[in-house]
T-cell receptor
Framework: KQEVTQIPAALSVPEGENLVLNCSFTDSAIYNLQWFRQDPGKGLTSLLLIQSSQREQTSGRLNASLDKSSGRSTLYIAASQPGDSATYLC??????????FGAGTRLTVKP | NAGVTQTPKFQVLKTGQSMTLQCAQDMNHNSMYWYRQDPGMGLRLIYYSASEGTTDKGEVPNGYNVSRLNKREFSLRLESAAPSQTSVYFCAIKMRQVTTDTQYFGPGTRLTVL
């Protein structure tokens, strides 16, 4: 069964701290992997997309890595800000139409 | 979430009632999806449509029907709502991004079944 797990479920850090969110998946035959941000009561916003042939992607203060052999991805957030507070979802694409989501990590950045 | 609209935003139903959730896109994409999101769980795919007139089951299709009568709209119907269908429902479209595909989500419909 294709399962996606995100640890920790919740994380609280002081402003300015660098942090890492983790995502693991059981089936390594992936098509791509995507990190989303979800604000309370809102939809999903795509942050970074890593193709199966890539090792990492960067956007501003965000860096996502992918290690297919170990079934892991990390999302690194540098110099965290209160505006980064949200739930971060990892989604693994197994083919063109099958995307499996983790339950998310709820991040709180305290001023 | 411009480009993918969902109606209604909120809905409360009684057990056994029926309703249709609407999703529309103005981005001319072929593939559309319906997901549900429950507390403590990731989004799960209910149904998807690869093109107008075609639909396929996802991970959790039981209790739902879908309709893709035209390219723009993809509707999700609950014929006899149950409390287990209380959830947040998201519609998404597939977009091409450089050399791979990504999904773009609507704002969601929050459904409560009493």
């Amino acid at each position: 069964k294709q399962e996606v797990t995100q640890i920790p479920a919740a994380l609280s850090v002081p402003e300015g701290e660098n942090l890492v969110l983790n995502c693991s998946f059981t089936d390594s035959a992936i098509y791509n992997l995507q990190w989303f941000r979800q604000d309370p009561g809102k939809g999903l916003t795509s942050l970074l997309l890593i193709q199966s042939s890539q090792r990492e992607q960067t956007s501003g203060r965000l860096n996502a890595s992918l290690d297919k052999s170990s079934g892991r991805s990390t999302l690194y957030i540098a110099a965290s800000q209160p505006g980064d507070s949200a739930t971060y979802l990892c989604a693994v694409g197994y083919n063109n139409n099958d995307m499996r989501f983790g339950a998310g990590t709820r991040l709180t950045v305290k001023p | 979430n411009a480009g993918v609209t969902q109606t209604p935003k909120f809905q409360v139903l009684k057990t056994g009632q029926s309703m249709t959730l609407q999703c529309a896109q103005d981005m001319n994409h072929n593939s559309m999806y319906w997901y549900r999101q429950d507390p403590g769980m990731g989004l799960r795919l209910i149904y998807y449509s690869a093109s107008e007139g075609t639909t396929d089951k996802g991970e959790v299709p039981n209790g739902y029907n879908v309709s893709r009568l035209n390219k723009r709209e993809f509707s999700l119907r609950l014929e006899s709502a149950a409390p287990s269908q209380t959830s947040v429902y998201f519609c998404a479209i597939k977009m091409r991004q450089v050399t791979t595909d990504t999904q773009y989500f609507g704002p969601g419909t929050r459904l409560t079944v009493l």
